[in-house]
């Protein structure tokens, strides 16, 4: 599975756009990306997935350049409740069925 | 409601016993995950099954055991052998087809406390 790097911690103020940039320099050709959200305590929960380009859902943007070896994870005005751990991971979902973790990055959204 | 169930959320346990962890799904997927989280770490992969009667170790399997009787049950075994066994425990499910493979769903969790 390809290595990814994020940043440990960002902060963010109540109502601004974050965007967290996850590097994937040795992405495969079948590689997905999928970002995770997790809160204290709580089991890691699906944010979004995608392979190339845009993605957006209803709760935020996944973007893609074309060598695709990095993404960034958007999260349109956030909220105190947006304060969690974001995980990027990257891998082929034909090839394996297991997931690698990092340690994610520590979004901290404050008044 | 479809879901992941681990029981107990709390587990405290003396050192030297074997504690056994539940996971239960109602999603119908066919494959189950065991992962381990340290404080301030992201999780690590403990064992994984895609089907039932199958398992494969993941990267830190060493000390754990596992069985997949059923579909829809996937029980950890925390055995004296695992030095280093507090941590929180989390059990996942997927359908283990193309890319709805990547989204896995979690559990609740269980914390497990050896003194």
């Known amino acids: 599975l390809a290595k990814t790097t994020q940043p440990i911690s960002m902060d963010s103020y109540e109502g601004q756009e974050v965007n967290i940039t996850c590097s994937h320099n040795n992405i495969a050709t079948n590689d997905y990306i999928t970002w995770y959200q997790q809160f204290p305590s709580q089991g890691p929960r699906f944010i979004i997935q995608?392979?190339?380009t845009k993605v957006t859902n209803e709760v935020a943007s996944l973007f893609i350049p074309a060598d695709r070896k990095s993404s960034t994870l958007s999260l349109p005005r956030v909220s105190l409740s947006d304060t969690a751990v974001y995980y990027c991971?990257?891998?082929?979902?034909?090839?394996?069925?297991?997931?690698?973790f990092g340690t994610g990055t520590r979004l901290q959204v404050t008044l | 409601d479809g879901g992941i169930t681990q029981s107990p959320k709390y587990l405290f346990r003396k050192e030297g016993q074997n504690v056994t962890l539940s996971c239960e799904q109602n999603?119908?997927?066919?494959?189950m995950y065991w992962y381990r989280q340290d404080p301030g770490q992201g999780l690590r992969l403990i064992y994984y099954?895609?089907?039932?009667?199958?398992?494969q170790k993941g990267d830190i399997a060493e000390g754990y055991s596992v069985s997949r009787e059923k579909k829809e049950s996937f029980p950890l075994t925390v055995t004296s052998a695992q030095k280093n066994p507090t941590a929180f425990y989390l059990c996942?499910?997927?359908?283990?087809?193309?890319?709805?493979?990547?989204?896995?769903?979690f559990g609740p969790g269980t914390r497990l406390t050896v003194t």
């Open positions: 991971l990257v891998g082929d979902p034909l090839a394996a069925s297991k997931l690698t």
């Open positions: 996942a499910s997927s359908t283990g087809q193309g890319k709805v493979w990547n989204e896995q769903y």
């Open positions: 099954s895609q089907i039932v009667n199958d398992f």
């Open positions: 995608g392979y190339k």
């Open positions: 999603l119908n997927h066919d494959a």
